[in-house]
């Protein structure tokens, strides 16, 4: 009996030792008012993505969902109206697998809101399930379609400086390996399912370092955020139906909820003083180290002018690689001959929101890092 109890002490201590150093997220501060701001979240009805956007709505913020589906966007929506009491949460659809929807939510939203301060690329899948597609499903949705969105926004995250882009990434991003080769061949079979996640997730902290040193000195800062270990849909939803009972309890006890997964990208989007480090990586809410590859700026320039081509935008010009559309360009609507589907569509309350005035009484500056220490940021 007392090696019974000294084995379950030693378990339940151990699991101390594990919940509080590795599952047990820290709380974002950050900027408490957003009011006047607006800011869009990807993937934002269930998991990670509807918990930052609560967090958003909370503090003031007019909050864009962006999500594939029309009915659990609204709902998201609503229950977000409600339990933040901020009735300025509306749903706009995207489908990040459809580079023409991509460009539609563009015009939509350029055409109806006249600020944007913060994006956050939250939606991603780790799965194809059985969707059979002519190109990479996975690195199309985790990073193709944010990247294309990215670059049809950027003009008005420049007018609305400063404003932050945030990417969300993962660990998983050390096992990635790019071929610029078969970046967009299909995958089959999960072996190259979970090499194509990496490699998406790889791509993720390329592009908010390549972005990063594109955009510096106009205000625009951009981070790669780690939620970590987070029991979400993204985890259960390709698990076989017969095993979730067995894997559901563990996941509850060594994995964070959403909301603690929820707090690394918050923190990227609202604490103040992290400008210098834009196109860092961040886990638990402070700078941490990435793969070597991770951090080659070589690598990085090459991922830009291939995903420029994957995303429709044409060659770039290499003596002007910051040139942006116009943004006049962008609120127009498509010209007949290119195959975008109609305007999609905007959910929002009945009741009007309050005033949004521009504030543009900071400006950021980021400061170019190649040696990359390993700073501590609070």
Known sequence: MEALLLGAGLLLGAYVLVYYNLVKAPQCGGICSLRG????????????????????????????????????????????????????????????????????????????????????????????????????????????????????????????????????SSAAHRRGRLDFTRLDRPVVGWQQELRAYADSKLANVLFARELATRLEGTGVTCYAAHPGPVNSELFLRHIPGWLRPLLCPLAWLVLRTPKGGAQTPLYCALQEGIEPFSGRYFANCHVEDVSPVARDDRVAHQLWKASMKLAGLGAEKEDEPDQEPPLEDLRTPSSPSTPYPAEPAVSEPSSPGPQRSPDLSKLTHRVQVKTEPEPQVS
Do not use: W
């Not at 956007?53 to 589906?69: D, I, N, Q, T």
């Not at 294309?148 to 404003?163: E, G, I, R, W």
């Open 37 to 168: 701001r607006t800011a869009v979240v990807t993937g934002a009805n269930s998991g990670i993505g509807k918990m930052t956007a609560l967090e958003l709505a909370r503090r003031g913020a007019r909050v864009v969902l962006a999500c594939r589906s029309r009915e659990r966007g609204e709902a998201a929506a609503f229950d977000l109206r409600q339990e933040s009491g901020n009735n300025e949460v509306i749903f706009m659809a995207l489908d990040l697998a459809s580079l023409a929807s991509v460009r539609a939510f563009a015009t939509a939203f350029l055409s109806s809101e006249p600020r944007l301060d913060i994006l956050i690329h939250n939606a991603g899948i780790s799965s194809c399930g059985r969707t059979r597609e002519a190109f990479n499903l996975l690195f199309r949705v985790n990073h193709v379609g944010p990247f294309l969105l990215t670059h049809l926004l950027l003009p008005l995250l420049k007018t609305c400086a400063p404003s932050r882009v945030v990417v969300i």
